[in-house]
């Protein structure tokens, strides 16, 4: 384990060394945000949207007392959403989609000894392939947080208004009803750390792997398992020394 943190510690600092061309790696950046950003829109939106609706709903059921007012389901549904559904499952989604991409082709990469190659040609392959992904994991999450958090937000909105177990009116007074902006840095601190942690993570698996097809696919896997632990651990932490 230590080994492996070790080799993990240094190739970060490989990658974040000065660019030899910094024109090159913002081209690159700018690749990886369209590949991460807009790349995982579809999947992150859909999700949103049903995770508030049905947190909303859940909450409404769970709350059906005569004594309750109906407007904190607004509430709890918008912090549930803010603090935890949005960030935290958006982030589960996309170390599926984005980590195993990043594992898989920086792994094809090192099999067929294109990386090799790179470093025969005098170039820095870490800062290359990897801070160009981390860079983009760390802007583009926080984004996707955002936009999952209004989806959200949204859904709950829908479901109010299609299910009937709670007016539109008390929903939206629920929203406004003791707001902490506090939550929104909490949910943009983990957007960032998870994204870090997506992206680094993979990056590592794939930059190690050895052998032939067989062994990428495993470094897929492994960087998608540790990567989603990574994030729920970081979720623990954040989460007690922010709030």
Known sequence: MFTSLGRYILLLRLSFKKPEKFTVYWNEVMREMVSIGIGSLGIISIISVFIGAVATIQV????????????IAGSIARDSTILEFSP???????????????ASEIGTMRVTEQIDALEIMGVNA???????????????????VIMSIALGILGGYI?????????PADYIAGLHDGFM???IQVAMVKAIAFGFLITSICAYQGFYTSGGALEVGQSATSGV???????????????????
């Open 126 to 144: 870490p800062g290359y392939l990897i801070a160009p992904k981390v860079v983009s994991g760390m802007i583009m999450v926080p984004l996707l």
């Open 225 to 243: 398992v540790y990567s989603c632990v990574g994030i729920l651990f970081a979720d623990l932490v954040i989460t007690r020394l922010m709030l």
């Open 159 to 167: 479901a109010t208004a299609t299910s009937g177990d709670i007016s």
């Open 88 to 102: 935290t499952i958006s982030s589960l989604v996309l170390a599926g989609r984005v980590g195993s991409s990043i």
């Open 181 to 183: 902006p506090i939550t």
């Open 60 to 71: 409404a059921f769970q709350l059906s007392s005569p004594l309750v007012p109906r407007s």
